[in-house]
Structure formats: C-alpha cells, structure tokens
C-alpha cells in the first residue's frame, strides 16, 4: 500500500500571501489529521478531518484552515503568512477503528 | 491539559551500549500512548502504541514499556541506523489529536 503523499514538498512564500498544502492518505483511510512541527515547539495538532467534517481543532489562529473531500484528501490553507508559519507541516491518517496515525513526508514551508 | 516531557533531550551511544529513553506524562484518561521514529527532513515512522500500565512491545532491538505515569523504550544493543530522533504522543479522550513531546535525539556511534 503506498503510504500518505504530501505536496509540495517545499514551499518559499513571502510574508502576507496565502499558501494551500495537500495530502493524500493511505488508502482506505478516512481520518486525516494535520501538524505543525518546528524546532521550539515541537509537533503540534493543528485539525483533524474525518469523511469531510472538521472534527477537532488545535490552537491556531483562524489564518489556519483546512477541508477534506470526498476521496478523503485534505488541504490546509494559511493566509496572511507570517514569518513564524515557517516549519514543517505533516499530515496523518489513520484507520477508523484504530489511532495509530501515519505520517507522510511533510512540506517544508519557509516564509520570508 | 495533556503534557509529555521526554528526557534527556539528547543521548549519544556507542554501538552496543544498551540504554534507556523516558517520556513522562500527565492526561485525564490515557487512551494510548504512542512512539515514533523521525529521520532528519522525514515524517514520523510510527513504532508502537501502548494503552494499558504493564504493557509491553518490542520490535528488533525496541522495547516500549508502560507505567501510570511514564513510559520507557529500551534500546538494546544498538547500532549506528538507530541514530534517529525519537518522539512519544499520548492521546485522551474521544478525539484522536496526539500531544507530542519535544522528542529525544539519539545518536549511535560506530
């Protein structure tokens, strides 16, 4: 099976734009769920989608949206960037009857 | 809040020199706990999930173990491919957000 896709792998924006990231996950899996990861902070949850409804949130400031379709990929979309958006975003998936979470490779999005 | 402190930070080895990783938590209602591998500019490698104290898993030379308030993964033996850094997420309640900890750096040398 091949595992969760990210793209783009890399990202270079510059302060104010918006940016949209996707995610694919395993097949057969209908939860996505989306992290931020940087040096200071670590990894932290930013939303989880499950058959296309948003079901938990983390602590992010409303510029941090995502939706998830039919197919269940997601995007995450960040408008307004600022410069300390700038890290790595992972996406997740995971089976319905389990919470092993998969990770795909992250994007690395740097903002300038 | 759900809070996971993993220590120490950084640990370097030689090949062979068996040792310990400790994560340390605090949840209302312990759903799972959970460990990952990370390899530099790689997404998390998922490793084991433990749900119950006195559980124990082990893969190759990984052993992850659980108590109320802590869990261990042994490394024993280890070799230079086991350099990675290692994270450990514990998840309550009904939702399946993980809260992660800073992650331990372990380096391996030959």
């Known amino acids: 099976k091949a595992g969760v896709t990210q793209t783009p792998r890399y990202l270079i924006k510059t302060r104010g734009q918006q940016v949209t990231l996707s995610c694919s996950p395993i097949?057969?899996?209908?939860?996505v769920s989306w992290y931020q990861q940087t040096p200071g902070q670590g990894l932290q949850f930013l939303f989880e989608y499950f058959s296309e409804t948003q079901r938990n949130k983390g602590n992010f400031p409303g510029r941090f949206s995502g939706r998830q379709f039919s197919n269940s990929r997601s995007e995450m979309n960040v408008s307004t960037l600022e410069l300390g958006d700038s890290a790595l975003y992972l996406c997740?998936?995971?089976?319905?009857?389990?919470?092993?979470?998969?990770f795909g490779p992250g994007t690395r999005l740097t903002v300038t | 809040e759900d809070q996971v402190t993993q220590s120490p930070e950084a640990l370097r080895l030689q090949e062979g020199e068996s040792s310990s990783l400790n994560c340390s938590y605090t949840?209302?209602?312990?759903?799972?706990l959970f460990w990952y591998r990370q390899d530099p500019g790689k997404g998390p490698e998922f490793l084991f999930t433990?749900?119950?104290a006195g559980e124990e898993k082990e893969k190759e030379r990984l052993k992850a173990t659980l108590t109320k308030k802590e869990s261990f993964l042994h490394i024993t033996a280890p070799k230079p491919e086991d350099s990675a850094t290692y994270l450990c997420?514990?998840?309550?309640?009904?939702?399946?957000?993980?809260?992660f900890g800073k992650g331990i750096t372990l380096s391996v040398r030959p």
């Open positions: 433990l749900y119950s």
């Open positions: 997420a514990v998840r309550s309640g009904a939702n399946s957000k993980l809260t």
């Open positions: 949840v209302s209602g312990l759903r799972g």
């Open positions: 097949s057969g899996h209908r939860s």
């Open positions: 997740a998936s995971r089976q319905d009857s389990t919470y092993e979470q998969y």
